[in-house]
């Protein structure tokens, strides 16, 4: 069977498809010329890559949504019809007696004003005079007086409360759900 | 008394040009002076008389205030214009969850007894639960609130005597001291006498201090006097150099602080101060004392 195979000079060759171990392997497109890179390749894929990045910065330019205010939303549930409270018919001597009450409600913030400006405008006048006796007696006193206190600001002053505080009161610590919402731009 | 005139004249001549050179102080009552020849020889003549101390001996004192714990109590037409506020806002608001649940209510029981009732109908709406109706709810409220007893707002209800600090809370308060002056013991703001190289509201810091068993923490609000209180000795302690004194008050109010009972100490609102306070006196302290 290998006689029949051997050819003249006594290689096998097998046909072209089948070279011996020997020689280089060579196909046809590898035969070939080389391919020659063209130069316009590089720049194509740069602009290509160009395009995708513009694409994507006008897809991210949309602004930011606002965060909405939750105090300016009316909640759905308020602006129900049935929830309309009836107009009250008020008799005469009722809305009498209302419009008597409010005039003489601000008769007296107005003179609860003016006392207060007058209160006001005797300390201011009380402060004066002293700053200008004490400026007769020595003018270093006088500019010590003047100078600002930097030791007075921030000032803080717990208010009057409805009921005074117990001694040696300790509050209660409680647990708490906080369920407000929290927006992310 | 020709001395202590031209020198009172002098210096304020010299302290407004002293002032116009100097920027950056806002005075309302500063002139443009012009450098006359007169103001000249005032320059020298004050040079002379710099080292002639004022006839006047100074003072600083504190008008301590415990500001007030409570709110006051309302007027009567306070009150009144109160109501009407609460009446109006009710009149034009809606109506609550607990309102319409009363509504509800009370519309179901007029279907219950109505003749054409159909029980099945209703109860699948509601899912067969037990209901506690609102009106129920608001008797248990009800009840609950008349078995609570609120503390009382006032403690001053017995009559706490005058030199405690938790009197009249509502109001604020001002500290009077006994201390002698000249021969007389009198219920004035606490005061102490000036000492060369401090200023005054250093003298009226060591004025608090200084009362015997009391510690008094106050926040003094500013270096600027309040008020004034000049007065003149009477003849027999006049002398040259001095001929009265000067008190400058400076304003405070109390942060934290205890005395003992023992020592005279008053504490006063503005209506009262009269009954310890001699006439002139009051008349200057009055004014920067707000009862506001």
Redesign the interface.
């Known amino acids: 069977m290998f006689l029949s195979l051997m050819g003249v000079d006594g290689h096998v060759s097998q046909g072209p498809w089948f070279a011996s171990v020997l020689t280089l392997k060579t196909s046809a497109p590898l035969r070939a010329e080389p391919k020659k890179k063209k130069k316009v390749d590089p720049r194509r894929e740069q602009m290509v890559r160009e395009r995708l990045k513009k694409k994507l910065k006008k897809l991210e330019r949309v602004p930011p949504e606002l965060i909405p205010i939750e105090d300016f939303t009316t909640p759905a549930k308020?602006m129900d019809e049935?929830?309309?409270?009836g107009?009250?018919q008020l008799p005469f001597e009722e809305s009498e007696r209302?419009a008597l009450?409010?005039k003489?409600?601000s008769r007296?913030k107005q003179t609860q004003h003016r006392a207060?400006m007058e209160?006001?405008g005797?300390?201011v006048?009380?402060?004066r005079?002293?700053?200008?006796?004490?400026?007769?007696?020595?003018?270093e006193?006088y500019q010590?007086?003047?100078?600002?206190?930097p030791l007075?600001f921030p000032?803080n002053?717990q208010g009057?409360?409805?009921?005074?505080?117990k001694a040696q009161y300790e509050a209660p610590e409680g647990k708490y759900n906080n369920i407000t919402k929290v927006y992310t731009q | 008394m020709a001395a202590p005139c031209s020198r009172m004249a002098n210096r304020p001549l010299w302290r407004f040009i002293t002032n116009v050179r100097r920027t950056g102080l806002k005075h309302t009552g500063v002139r443009q002076i012009s450098l006359s020849s007169a103001c000249r020889a005032a320059t020298q003549t004050r040079s002379k008389t710099e080292g002639v101390p004022s006839p006047w001996k100074l003072y600083g004192a504190v008008c301590l205030q415990r500001l007030p714990v409570i709110s006051q109590e309302r007027n009567p037409i306070e009150d009144q214009f109160a109501e009407l506020m609460h009446q109006m806002e009710l009149e034009r608001s809606l109506l609550s969850d607990h309102e319409q649940r009363l509504l509800e209510d009370s519309e179901r029981m007029t279907r219950k007894q109505a003749d054409n009732y159909d029980s099945d109908e209703e109860e699948a709406d509601y899912g067969g639960q037990e209901t506690i109706t609102a009106q129920d709810q608001e008797d248990t409220w009800e009840q609950k609130l008349k078995h609570f007893q609120p503390a009382l707002r006032d403690r001053d209800v017995g009559g706490t005597p005058l030199g405690s600090v938790e009197r009249c809370l509502g109001d604020s308060l001002v500290l009077l001291v006994q201390q002698t002056v000249g021969k007389e013991t009198i219920w004035l703001l606490p005061q102490a006498q000036w000492e060369a190289g401090e200023t005054l509201r250093q003298t009226a810091e060591r004025g608090l201090s200084s009362l015997p068993e009391a510690d008094f923490k106050a926040t003094f609000l500013g270096n600027t006097p309040c008020g004034v209180y000049r007065y003149t000795f009477p003849k027999e302690v006049r002398t040259e150099r001095c001929v009265g004194a000067k008190v400058f008050f400076f304003k405070a109010f109390l942060s934290a602080g205890s005395a003992s009972q023992k020592e005279p100490f008053l504490w006063v609102k503005k209506t009262e101060l009269q009954r310890y306070l001699k006439p002139p006196y009051l008349e200057k302290v009055d004014r920067f004392i707000l009862n506001l």
Do not use: N
């Open positions: 308020y049935t929830r309309v409270r107009a009250p209302r009450l409010l003489e409600w007296y207060e209160a006001v005797l300390a006048e009380a402060q005079e002293a700053l200008e006796e004490l400026r007769l007696e020595s003018e006193l010590a007086a003047l100078r600002p206190d007075l000032f002053h009057p409360s409805y009921t005074p505080p």
